[in-house]
């Protein structure tokens, strides 16, 4: 028999983490057993009794008593050893050209049919330019001789026509000389791009392990099996077949309206009622031309059959109540006359209170229609727009989404008439079962007012009246 080790001398540092493994709960238990190993050299115990206390041979008592002996650093001290496996089949330099294309997104619009159909567009969009502004200086210079006639006549009213006309056939041409500019300069990048191409292009917008496969064979002459090539992408986290879309709002005030709104749904101010107003338009009156399979033993799903008749469509004006969840709609014409039609019979439903409608800034929800039917409602009623291009902000548009999961998505409807008379029931039953205040949340930039904060009714009134003075003023 080997006569008893001496106790294990290590760093402080090192004995922690023994400890710390030895102890761990949530620990992995290679690494918990490594751990106890090392702690009970540390504390003087030989390699047969450390081996008995922890369930292992007295080699593997001494293979980790070297390691830690001899580790670098606490992490090594516990793990394993490299091992030499297999040799790559591919070498690293493929791996990081092949992550470098996938990075970098394909050039469709690079292909030589393509280039050529642009080039002919702006060839012919320049060469219209040309024309218009030869036409437009020729114009501009019979009129300049004419006005010089008008001039020793004395006629000052066809003088001033004629000046008039003079300016205009000069910013005619001048706006020709622009759009040949615009399109030359169209032209020769477009030109540079087709030379520049460091790729051969592809019909597809986007990553596919097949053009990823003949785009590396082409760079690099590898060729790459379709299945490693998903294996390399898997190990560097990248989808490039996965397409992700959001929208951007352009408008520069973005923050103030959304917070205006964001205010008003969290804390109206009192005797205020917020209603949600927007159309739902071209719903579609469709038949399915087959019964529908209900589901049986073995088939646990509905199966329809996918052909159907369409008979025409209907669009809805629908407001939400913002502080109840209920509902007023009706089905009529998306034009102005029909929207303040719609406004005439929503004043009269909730005839008690001032109201304030939010809404997207589409044009029949401005213009000289409703300013005439908020100075007849003699300021009872005041319209709050959401920013450009976010009317996800309107919660109209959350009761809008159930409307189309509950009723429309798989609805058979005979005509438009049916189809209103279902959105109508449904409307029905939803103030009746279904109402209630969303939970909206707006994860944006600032932070969200409370219900209970300091910020006054007063405050948030101010900002509605900026607002309306603001879109008064524009």
């Known amino acids: 028999m080997s006569p008893p080790a001496a106790a294990l001398q290590v760093s402080d540092l090192l004995a922690d ?5 030895a102890n761990g709960r949530k620990e992995e238990h290679r690494l918990v057993v490594r751990g106890s190993i090392v702690r009970d050299a540390i504390d003087g115990y030989s390699n047969e009794e450390n081996g008995r206390r922890n369930g292992v041979s007295p080699d ?12 670098e650093g606490t992490s090594r001290a516990f793990m394993d050893s490299r091992r030499s496996g297999r040799p790559p089949q591919v070498p690293v330099e493929t791996r990081a050209m092949l992550i470098q294309i996938a990075c970098d997104r394909p050039t469709p619009e690079l292909s030589h049919a393509r280039l050529d159909a642009r080039m002919g567009d702006l060839r012919a969009a320049r060469d219209n330019g040309r024309r218009a502004a030869k036409r437009a200086r020729a114009r501009a210079a019979r009129l300049r001789k004419r006005e010089a006639i008008l001039r020793e006549r004395g006629d000052r009213a066809v003088l001033n026509r004629s000046r008039a006309e003079h300016r205009k056939a000069s ?5 020709a000389d622009c759009s040949v500019l615009a399109a030359e300069a169209a032209l020769a990048s477009t030109r540079a791009a087709g030379a520049g191409a460091r790729r051969a292009p592809c019909f597809s917008a986007v990553w596919t392990h097949q053009t ?6 082409r760079q690099t002459g590898t060729r790459l099996s379709r299945s490693e090539i998903g294996r390399i992408l898997l190990c560097g986290g990248l989808r490039p077949h996965r397409v992700q879309t959001w929208l951007h709002s352009p408008d520069p005030d973005f923050r103030a309206k959304a917070r205006v709104i964001c205010e008003l749904y969290v804390e109206p101010p009192p005797g205020v009622r917020v ?12 038949e399915d031309l087959h019964p529908v399979h209900m589901p049986s033993c073995g088939q646990g799903r509905l199966r329809k059959e996918a052909e159907y008749v369409r008979h025409g469509t209907t669009n809805l004006i629908a407001s939400l109540d913002v502080q109840t969840g209920e509902i007023f709609g009706r ?10 039609a719609f406004l005439e019979e929503l004043v009269a439903h909730y005839a008690e209170g001032e109201i304030v409608i939010v809404c997207d800034n589409l044009n029949v929800h401005k213009g000289p229609l409703i300013e005439a039917f908020c100075a007849k409602q003699g300021g009872r009623v005041r319209f709050v727009y959401t920013p450009l291009h976010a009317s996800w902000v309107n919660q109209i548009e959350i009761w809008f989404s159930i409307l189309q999961r509950k009723v429309l998505r798989h609805g ?5 008439m ?3 008379a279902g959105v109508m029931a449904y409307i029905r039953h939803w103030n009746a079962v279904e109402r209630r205040p969303f939970r909206w949340r707006f994860r944006g930039d600032f932070v969200e007012p409370r219900v209970g904060s300091r910020r006054t009714h007063a405050q948030i009134q101010g900002r509605l009246d900026a607002g309306a003075l603001a879109q008064a003023a524009a």
Not at 171 to 175: L, N, V
Not at 275 to 286: N, P
């Open 17 to 21: 983490a023994a400890r710390g493994h």
């Open 60 to 71: 593997t008592v001494r293979l980790w008593r070297l390691r830690a002996a001899t580790a």
């Open 171 to 175: 910013r005619e041409a001048e706006r």
């Open 212 to 217: 990823l496969q003949a785009e590396l064979e």
């Open 275 to 286: 209603l949600c107003v927007d159309e739902k338009s071209g719903m579609t009156a469709r």
């Open 331 to 340: 089905c009529m014409a998306r034009t102005g006359p029909g929207l303040v």
């Open 412 to 416: 058979s409807f005979s005509s438009p």
């Open 418 to 420: 049916d189809l209103v």
